[in-house]
């Protein structure tokens, strides 16, 4: 019996592939994994090509820390470099259900603080959730003027 984890809307969605699945609970997400995520980001109008790898805890009670390691490349070959801190929120319904916030925090590099939005689907007792990031805003770290214009990442996460 698989039972299927998908982040929706910056949060987690659970789908059980079978009838007879026990009812899903904030544990249903919980420990370490390692994650990588590559896309494109949008940004003040500039296109790069991005990508991340990071470590993320869940601590099976709402709650999530990590960091990361961000790059991208624009069109004409500019580089930038950035380590973040992750912090979110999640909550999850026993039909599977479930919502999530992750807010970005750059320790270094020129990365803006950045909220993120993301969905996707893995399977929890196989212990991988992918996850495809639909939106995204900076607008705190701008003074309310949002600069990204889309962020598309798809990421995986692996349970340690």
């Not at 960091?67 to 912090?87: R, Y």
């Not at 212990?127 to 701008?142: K, M």
């Given at each position: 019996?698989?039972?299927?984890?998908?982040?929706?809307?910056?949060?987690?969605?659970?789908?059980?592939?079978?009838?007879?699945?026990?009812?899903?609970?904030?544990?249903?997400?919980?420990?370490?994994?390692?994650?990588?995520?590559?896309?494109?980001?949008?940004?003040?109008?500039?296109?790069?090509d991005v990508s991340g790898?990071?470590?993320?805890?869940?601590?099976?009670?709402?709650?999530?820390?990590?960091?990361?390691?961000?790059?991208?490349?624009?069109?004409?070959?500019?580089?930038?470099?950035?380590?973040?801190?992750?912090?979110?929120?999640?909550?999850?319904?026993?039909?599977?259900?479930?919502?999530?916030?992750?807010?970005?925090?750059?320790?270094?590099?020129?990365?803006?603080?950045?909220?993120?939005?993301?969905?996707?689907?893995?399977?929890?007792?196989?212990?991988?959730?992918?996850?495809?990031?639909?939106?995204?805003?900076?607008?705190?770290?701008?003074?309310?003027?949002n600069n990204i214009n889309?962020?598309?990442?798809?990421?995986?996460?692996?349970?340690?």
């Amino acid at each position: 019996m698989k039972k299927f984890c998908a982040i929706v809307s910056g949060g987690c969605s659970l789908l059980v592939a079978s009838a007879a699945s026990a009812a899903f609970t904030l544990a249903s997400i919980r420990g370490p994994y390692i994650f990588d995520a590559a896309g494109t980001e949008v940004y003040a109008g500039d296109r790069f090509d991005v990508s991340g790898i990071g470590l993320v805890t869940f601590d099976g009670k709402g709650d999530y820390t990590g960091e990361e390691t961000f790059t991208g490349t624009d069109g004409e070959g500019t580089t930038f470099v950035c380590s973040l801190s992750l912090t979110g929120r999640y909550q999850v319904n026993p039909d599977g259900t479930g919502t999530a916030t992750t807010d970005f925090t750059t320790t270094s590099g020129i990365c803006p603080n950045t909220t993120v939005t993301f969905s996707g689907v893995g399977t929890r007792d196989e212990t991988d959730i992918e996850s495809v990031t639909t939106g995204a805003t900076d607008a705190a770290a701008n003074g309310g003027a949002n600069n990204i214009n889309a962020l598309v990442l798809h990421t995986r996460f692996i349970k340690q």
